[in-house]
């Protein structure tokens, strides 16, 4: 059958033939792209199915020539050719076009000047063509200075436009918000890049002078012998300061205090701040006399001027005080108070040097006797018996006192360690003779236990005899107390207890294997006694413990 085969057919119920070959039944898509353009899909049927398959093949060609761009018209295209895009605030960021300026402002009212010319910058921001306007600050000037327009779009007329970087040249006049600002040179990055953009600049102009004056009327007052204004243009923020003593042992509860004399260049004046110290009781109040011109010698015939109710004027006074007055090492009279000048700061020792080196300064150390917060020492009351020593003197440190601080570390490496004599009562009373007790040391704390041993028919109860504490060595101050140790302990010692004197008979074997590991520290005498009295091993004569049992070498 040939591939027409249903072409005349109609297409009706009956009259239709499927393709039984058929497989692939999906939906197919009804666009593609070409040059970037969504276009729809012309279909391609094969030779059996579309009887128009001459007809397809026309539109195809055709689609195929229009989709083409002749190469010989346009040329070769080239991908490569095509950059990236950048914007212009990625470009352009960080760049900006400087242009230096001056705009004048009128003087009224005064006979010296006319007109002020004051410099400015102009800053250009390409990135986004805002403008701002910049004065810079001069020191003392007197005037408002600094920023005089933000960062904005600055308006170039009515209508609404705005400058442009086109629009700046060097010699021109940029108007903005009524105020004429002449633009006079540039930097170099500026004039760089109006180069590059062809655009020619016109020659740098000079800055013109900061005023203009007009013809003063005659004035017929006297040219002062001082310059007050060069003075106080520089001198200004030059302080002389000297470290002085201020004597005043005179008043009845008076004594030497440390203070801060400082000379201002800048108008002669003086001012005198006392150095206070944390606790020292007084009133932090921060000057001892305030900034001001000290008269140096009255006039004569005002000596008697009431000066301490009226004040001072430059007619009573014939002279002030002046650096050549403060000399360090030497003492000075200020308003009636003596004061030693003991030392002074290195910018004060230059000046004099280079202004007046016919001053000698020869500074001196302040004496230790006139410290604010010396120290007393801390008189200790006397032991009253309560307590130990350690926890009655932590009463005399604070108001509320704290237990006294323990070696920690020797505790635990000492702890259940004790030395364990034998000793008896040393007294004239003949009831003392068959007693018998046992003087424990306990490693840990340094402290001293003794028990009494019970003995048949001796009418005393035996049992604890002292408790746990340290006990001082006869002779002993309270100040530096001095305690008994295991060093003291020799057989046939006296040991004083509290005004009891016991006399050691015997050890354990524990006490000579512990002080034979400690011997650097042992005196000789201890060892010796110990080793002959503990050295045939015998056990007949071993110190009983609080049991009435032998004692023997203790746990570690």
Known sequence: MSGNWNSGLPFLPGYAFYDVTKSAFH?????????????????????????????QLILQEISKLSSETPAITYGSFDQNVIEDFIPAHVALDKKVLRYYAYFQENILFCPEEEWRARPVVIYYYLEDDSMCIIEPVVENSGMPQGKRIKRQRLPKNARGEHYQW?????????EVYGVKYHITQCDAFTKEFMESEGIVLNDPEPMPCVSRGKNPRPSYTTPSEFDNKQQFLTMDRKV????????????????????????????????????HKPNSGRDPFPILMRRQKLPKKIKPELETFPRCVLEVTTAEVDEYFSPKDFQAGQRITLLGRHFLLCDCDDFTKEYYRKNHPDVKMDPSEVPKNTDLLQEKKKEVP??????????????????VPEPPKKNVLKMLENDHKVLRYSARLDSQNPGDEGRRFILSYFLSNDMIGIYEKPGRNSGIIGGQFLEKTRIPKPG???????????????IGATVEVFSRCFVLTDADHYVLTYLESNASQIPCQTLDSLRQKLGAGTTDNQPADQNGDDVGEPSS
């Not at 792209?33 to 398959?53: E, H, S, W």
């Open 166 to 174: 086109k629009d700046l040249n060097i010699g021109m006049d940029l």
């Open 476 to 490: 002993s101050t309270l100040d530096n107390p001095e305690f008994y140790s295991p060093a003291d302990f020799a």
């Open 240 to 275: 002389l300061r000297f470290f002085a003593l201020w004597d005043d042992a005179d008043s009845l509860f008076g004594e030497t205090r440390p203070v801060t004399i400082q000379y201002y260049l800048v108008d002669d004046t003086v001012e005198i701040r006392e150095i």
């Open 382 to 399: 006397p032991y009253n018996g309560f307590g130990s020593l350690e926890d009655s003197l932590q009463n005399c440190y604070s108001l």
């Open 27 to 55: 939906r197919p898509q009804t666009l593609d792209y070409k040059n970037g353009y969504a276009l729809p899909r012309r279909p391609t049927v094969g030779i059996g199915q579309d009887p128009l398959f001459s007809e």
